[in-house]
T-cell receptor, first 111, second 113 residues
Framework: NAGVTQTPKFQVLKTGQSMTLQCAQDMNHEYMSWYRQDPGMGLRLIHYSVGAGITDQGEVPNGYNVSRSTTEDFPLRLLSAAPSQTSVYFC??????????FGEGSRLTVL | QQQVKQSPQSLIVQKGGISIINCAYENTAFDYFPWYQQFPGKGPALLIAIRPDVSEKKEGRFTISFNKSAKQFSLHIMDSQPGDSATYFCAASWVSGNTPLVFGKGTRLSVIA
């Protein structure tokens, strides 16, 4: 049972480039979400989804886009990368919005 | 608006001692209060959680104390061990309202021998 799988684990981008962070879960969870973690800032919610075809914005959505075409997958797209988006990104899923299972994280550096 | 305030930012405890981390929340609609544990290079993992209809929940050496009137809850780690050294996050959500989890800023715990 793989749980929540994030790819890539590490990525370096140049300012202005775009990329997609992939997230897949095999637990048939309806709820999925993306957080970013920065030193001293805790975990801040970017976007979330309560089911396929439904997405909503979190606390820090600017510069990011998501879609949820299947229950299993919830990709996060960076439209035009900026140095301020240098962070560790975590995808999480759950049967409800409280009890979450997190992936191992994707470490992104924007130069 | 920070909905969940966590303190302290960092904590050093002697092996065998009690570690205490505190959190305060503002939204009275919250109905689920979990604590997550994160080791370096890993994702957070659910440690223990409580609902507001009880004042305390204990799982092994970990206890959540919940004070609904004060809108506060805390994590107590009894007989702290070096293996407990990690970052701990409190969080809150309104699960029945399908609202996302809101996290505190975290506490870095170091247990020294």
């Amino acid at each position: 049972n793989a749980g929540v799988t994030q790819t890539p684990k590490f990525q370096v981008l140049k300012t202005g480039q775009s990329m997609t962070l992939q997230c897949a879960q095999d637990m048939n969870h309806e709820y999925m979400s993306w957080y970013r973690q920065d030193p001293g800032m805790g975990l801040r919610l970017i976007h979330y989804s309560v089911g396929a075809g439904i997405t909503d914005q979190g606390e820090v959505p600017n510069g990011y886009n998501v879609s949820r075409s299947t229950t299993e997958d919830f990709p996060l797209r960076l439209l035009s990368a900026a140095p301020s988006q240098t962070s560790v990104y975590f995808c999480a899923s759950g049967r409800n919005t409280g009890e979450l299972f997190f992936g191992e994280g994707s470490r992104l550096t924007v130069l | 608006q920070q909905q969940v305030k966590q303190s302290p930012q960092s904590l050093i405890v002697q092996k065998g001692g009690i570690s205490i981390i505190n959190c305060a929340y503002e939204n009275t609609a919250f109905d689920y209060f979990p604590w997550y544990q994160q080791f370096p290079g890993k994702g957070p993992a659910l440690l223990i959680a409580i609902r507001p209809d009880v004042s305390e929940k204990k799982e092994g050496r970990f206890t959540i104390s919940f004070n609904k009137s004060a809108k506060q809850f805390s994590l107590h780690i009894m007989d702290s061990q070096p293996g407990d050294s990690a970052t701990y996050f409190c969080a809150a959500s309104w699960v029945s309202g399908n609202t996302p989890l809101v996290f505190g800023k975290g506490t870095r715990l170091s247990v020294i021998a």
